[in-house]
């Protein structure tokens, strides 16, 4: 059996993740352990490991030790001054990590593990965010699942999806397979653009209600995406099964949190400007109250965010210093504050018309989607920008997808059109390629193909110098593809990736080193490979010779004439047979090595696997304790009360009154030095009291059930009886013995004889005494009847003996001598009616 949640997709968010799963049905998001949508991306370090909605409710008193934003800080280096603005947003404390010498440090965090301090990559806590997203899934599918042996481990998902900005470079993209990889999730079938994903959500409904009828004309849709951190833009080409993606454009540095920054800075400035005199320090110095603050601001963004609200309450206690904010922003003084932010948003939509060469009027439809996109200011501009009525429903801006839910679905549906578990109809998505890469070569100007182009030796480049370079995967181009370039070299040569003109990011992806024979210069064609998660990587490199062959020409036999309209061939003896010389190409496998500036080692991976695996069994001990401690507090708390109520008459005064006793001293034991005891502690614990409440509880239960069952065993002796008193007169039934029926009358009497001897004992006991009998003990007479009854009742009726043929005094041998001669014509039969013997004399 299929389950039903092993095909994911997943919106990997910087403030909020989304796991929607694909069936048969559709595609659900799929509801965390507190029936939330949304799952908190933030891990939790203490002596386990707090995920999500856990790790959300103790992220304030604990912020130093709960790790967050790693969407935004995965796959950079260390020293990027993108990672280092980041790193001001947050609380714990980022360290380099080193990978080897000629390798970028890439960014650690602090946690504490067994009482010590560990530095652990972002790329693997993303990993755990991840696998947390899968164990959810898990939990709620063994739920469901009608399988006796479903468990969360047997369900966990096995094919996904990840949403990424389309903006992640290579490197950023790997980083994020390599936490996968560490946190144990299973196979990553692809990561996929949010916006691409969003238009997939969108399209692929209204194509199978054929709202994408015309190839002639594809129908342009502009997708809005303004999530916690990043504003997206993209402009999509529907087509009869088809999406193109046309373009996309960002704003890396703008999104929600940017909004509640602005609250943010005008509650401090209010607040320090009232109680100046009395602070210790600037607020933005301080991380738990700026936490407060933040918390605050987008609570207040909230609220703001409905056309009709005018302004908003603000109250926090004991911001700073013991001091109390407490004030109320306009919706006026607001949309003032947002304006700087409000001006940025012209940029990429613009940017994205005139790339994809369309205008607003040709737009059938402006989706936003992300959180961001319900601040009521934000979507004016927008509707003022794209030239749509301001007036009508939502701005004209089409709300039809759920703004928190629409990449994870997105994501959900390419898993399932990827995965081997189901069929899906086809569904052609063309991907953009946000940079251009650009291939460099050392050594001198040489023969170089791209998908087709080819640029001839010594061909100038664009300051008329012989170029080494060329680019091979342009802005906008689909992928997975693979590309080459033809190269002449001999002995170890070095073939560079890097991006071309972008800037704000690292341009170096990759650099390979491809060992070519040493004695001459040979064509070395080298393949370059875009795959279906948009990173870049050597396919293959291969030499390139052309091999000359000489094979015997075909000649007649000697003598043999020559076939019409075909000479005769000439064979000269003194210069041998005339031969056929025949070009083929041979191709010989090279060996590479690839490099990129922040990867891994494979030691590196291990020792985090490893620890992984540590930081699991951890999890798991201390989840099996804390198990453990409430079942005992819960039993405790159950039996404080019942022991005086329902249990009351089912215990003796002394032993109530022991019982009483144990419950306290375990109270008491529990909250005092027994807070923090290990598992087996708690176990044993559990044992002793339960030793003394386990027999006041057997006795309660069989007083419930007694009745119950000796009904049923009266009625199945009733039901046997009865069964018994059709048998004389009853054809169908007089293939039972009178043996077997005076048996069956001797067990129902004994059992009958068992249950009054047994009800008449418990009639003189006091309940807070051992019953006569137990359930158990009637339901074993039950099944001695059925064991003894049950095949007699079940017994077939013989079948009829079979009609036997009338024996002659015929020898054997006579009767074979007849049955051989049986099929033949006697005389006798063809005499005619009446006719005398013949005269045998």
């Known amino acids: ?79 990027d001054p993108k990672a280092q603005a980041e790193m001001k947003h947050v609380a714990f404390k980022c360290v380099p990590i080193s990978h080897g010498p000629g390798k970028e440090d890439t960014i650690g965090v602090e946690i504490p593990l067994d009482g010590e301090t560990t530095v652990v990559g972002i790329e693997h806590v993303a990993g755990m965010m991840i696998r947390h997203l899968g164990t959810i899934a898990a939990e709620r599918a063994a739920e469901k699942s009608n399988e006796p042996a479903a468990t969360p481990e047997s369900m966990f998902p096995q094919d996904w999806v990840i949403g990424i900005p389309g903006y992640y470079t290579d490197a950023q993209r790997r980083a994020l397979l390599v936490g996968c990889e560490i946190a144990g999730v299973p196979r990553i079938q692809r990561l996929m653009h949010e916006t691409t994903a969003t238009a997939l959500a969108y399209g692929i409904f209204k194509d199978i209600r054929k709202e994408f009828a015309n190839k002639d004309k594809p129908s342009h849709v502009m997708f809005i995406d303004m999530g916690y951190s990043a504003y997206q833009v993209a402009i999509v080409a529907f087509e009869p099964g088809k999406l193109t993606v046309k373009t996309t454009q960002y704003d890396t540095d703008l999104g929600g949190r940017d909004f509640d920054m602005k609250i ?42 409905p056309t009709g609200v005018t302004e908003a309450r603000i109250n926090i206690e004991c911001l700073a210093d013991d001091l109390d904010y407490s004030g109320s922003l306009s919706a006026i003084e607001y949309e003032k504050l947002c304006e700087p932010l409000l001006a940025r948003l012209a940029g990429p939509i613009q940017r994205a018309l005139a790339e ?13 989607v992300g959180g961001a996109t319900r601040v009521g200011c934000l979507k004016r501009r927008l509707a003022d920008i794209l030239k749509i009525d301001p007036n009508a429903t939502n701005n004209g801006l089409s709300t039809t997808m759920n703004a928190d839910e629409a990449v994870s679905r997105g994501t959900a549906l390419q898993s399932a059109i990827l995965s081997p578990r189901f069929k899906v109809l086809p569904y052609e998505i063309i991907e953009f390629q946000p940079f251009p890469i650009q291939v460099s070569w050392d050594g001198e100007a040489s023969t170089s193909e791209g998908h087709g182009v080819e640029i001839e030796e010594g061909a100038d480049g664009s300051d008329g110098l012989p170029t080494n370079s060329v680019v091979m995967f342009d802005r906008g181009s689909n992928f997975p593809v693979v590309k080459r370039v033809t190269l002449r070299r001999s002995g170890v040569f070095t073939v560079e990736a890097k991006y071309k003109g972008v800037p704000d990011i690292s341009p170096e992806i990759a650099t390979i080193r491809i060992k070519a024979p040493t004695e001459s210069d040979k064509k ?3 393949n370059v490979k875009q795959d279906i998660n948009g990173s870049l990587t050597l396919s293959s490199a291969q030499m390139i010779e052309e091999v000359i062959e000489e094979e015997p020409a075909p000649a007649p036999a000697e003598g043999e004439p020559a076939k019409e309209g075909e000479e005769k061939m000439e064979v000269d003896k003194t210069e041998g047979d005339a031969a056929i010389k025949k070009k083929k190409i041979k191709k010989t496998n090279l060996e590479f090595e690839v490099a990129y500036p922040m990867e891994w080692s494979k030691k590196a991976v291990t020792d985090a696997i490893a620890l992984e695996a540590k930081m699991t069994t951890a999890d798991r001990l201390v989840k099996e304790t804390s198990d453990k401690r409430n079942e005992l507090e819960s039993y405790l708390y159950a039996m404080r009360d019942r022991i005086i109520a329902d249990l009351r008459d089912f215990a003796s005064d002394e032993l109530r009154e022991k019982f009483q006793k144990a419950i306290e001293s375990a109270e008491n034991w529990l909250y005092e030095d027994g807070y923090d005891a290990v598992k087996q502690v708690y176990q044993d614990k559990l044992a002793e009291v339960k030793k003394l409440g386990d027999p006041i509880i057997f006795r309660f239960n069989e007083s419930k059930a007694r009745s119950t069952a000796v009904q049923t065993l009266q009625k199945r002796v009733d039901d046997l009886k009865n069964w018994l008193n059709t048998i004389p007169g009853n054809d169908k039934l007089d293939h039972i013995t009178d043996a077997e029926q005076n048996l069956c009358h001797k067990k129902c009497d004994e059992t009958m004889s068992w249950m009054y001897d047994m009800l008449d004992k418990q009639g003189s006991l006091s309940p807070d005494v051992d019953p006569a009998f137990s359930v158990n003990d009637v339901r074993a007479k039950i099944k001695e009847l059925e064991d003894t009854l049950g095949p007699i009742m079940r017994k077939p009726r013989p079948k009829p003996k079979a009609v036997e043929a009338p024996k002659t005094d015929a020898s054997p041998e006579d009767e074979k001598v007849n049955s051989d001669a049986a099929p033949m014509d006697t005389e006798d039969e063809k005499k005619p009616e009446g006719a005398e013997p013949m005269d045998t004399n």
């Not at 400007?273 to 987008?298: D, F, Q, T, W, Y």
Request: net charge positive; with cysteine.
């Open 356 to 368: 994809a060469k369309v205008t607003s009027k040709d737009l059938e439809s402006v989706e936003i």
């Open 524 to 526: 070395v064609r080298v």
């Open 1 to 79: 059996m299929i389950n039903n949640m092993s095909v994911v997709g997943v919106d990997f968010g910087a403030q909020n993740s989304v796991i929607a799963a694909a069936g048969r049905g559709g595609v659900d998001v799929i509801l965390n352990g507190n029936s939330q949508r949304q799952n908190p991306t933030m891990i939790g370090f203490d002596t386990c490991r707090a995920m999500g909605e856990g790790a959300s409710a103790t992220a304030m008193g604990r912020y130093r030790q709960t790790i967050l934003n790693m969407k935004r800080l995965i796959g950079l280096s260390f020293k």
């Open 264 to 305: 943010a800075e005008w509650i401090i400035k209010e607040f320090e400007g009232k109680h100046k005199n009395k602070l210790s320090g600037p607020i933005k110095e301080r991380k738990k109250e700026m936490l407060k603050v933040l918390a605050a601001a987008e609570k207040a963004k909230k609220t703001l965010s």
